[in-house]
Nanobody
């Protein structure tokens, strides 16, 4: 199982960027995909997750209204659109996959497979 996160980079406050997570095999091989982030000196936190079975989603309060998670089964990709970025969004962003829970799960301990991370830096 491999997950490839991409799309990170330097973005100015108020800007946008789109992260992608491409999985090996098919998205339907997994029950859920999640995006997590880890800022310097902080723990890794869940920010958005999607259920592959019914496309239900969940967001951390800190990103609601600014982040949008979506999936593209044809590309085996889950994307995270980030709008109105803030300096506090600076972090390494990771995607993860799980095959145990059909419902949306928001705890990093529930995810078995992890990508390598992509760095997002918000700075003017």
């Amino acid at each position: 199982v491999q997950l490839q996160a991409s799309g990170g980079g330097l973005v100015q406050p108020g800007g946008s960027l789109r992260l992608s997570c491409t999985v090996s095999g098919r998205l339907s091989d997994y029950y859920g995909i999640g995006w997590f982030r880890q800022a310097p000196g902080a723990e890794r936190e869940a920010i958005s997750c999607i259920s592959i079975s019914d496309s239900s989603t969940r967001y951390a309060d800190s990103v609601k209204g600014r982040f949008t998670i979506s999936r593209d089964n044809t590309k085996n990709t889950v994307s995270l659109q980030i709008d109105s970025v803030e300096p506090d969004d600076t972090a390494v962003y990771y995607c993860a996959a799980q095959r145990k829970y059909r419902r949306v799960v928001f705890s990093r301990e529930m995810y078995e497979y992890w990508g390598q991370g992509t760095l997002v830096t918000v700075s003017s």
